[in-house]
Nanobody, 116 residues
Framework: RVQLVESGGGSVQPGGSLRLSCKYS????????MSWLRQAPGKGLEWVSG????????SYAASVKGRFTISRDNAKSTLYLQMNDLKITDTAMYYC?????????RGQGTQVTVSS
């Protein structure tokens, strides 16, 4: 059974940066497209970014494009999300997910709080 464990969340001021990591337990990470989702307080789940299994075709939601970068290290079975120029509106629980759209399962999440 695949497990996804996110880390790297925290509290930062607007304009700050964080790097999220997601460790995938299992032998098939390099066969999976992966994604990041987020859920802000009182709101629904939002797709943030997705990446193909070979680091190809990274895609982003309009709200984060130009500020966030998704990447993966298949040798380490780890997915990353580099988040720069964070805004208060980026405050959310961030989830690592299976599949490009994130519809195939996700981890427990890591909290990101942006406040002044």
């Amino acid at each position: 059974r695949v497990q996804l464990v996110e880390s790297g969340g925290g509290s930062v001021q607007p304009g700050g940066s964080l790097r999220l990591s997601c460790k995938y337990s299992g032998a098939t990470f390099n066969r999976e497209a992966m994604s990041w989702l987020r859920q802000a307080p009182g709101k629904g789940l939002e797709w943030v970014s997705g990446i193909n299994r070979d680091n190809g075709n990274p895609s982003y939601a309009a709200s984060v494009k130009g500020r966030f970068t998704i990447s993966r290290d298949n040798a380490k079975s780890t997915l990353y999300l580099q988040m720069n120029d964070l805004k208060i509106t980026d405050t959310a629980m961030y989830y690592c997910a299976l599949g490009f759209s994130g519809s195939l399962g996700r981890g427990q999440g890591t909290q990101v709080t942006v406040s002044s």
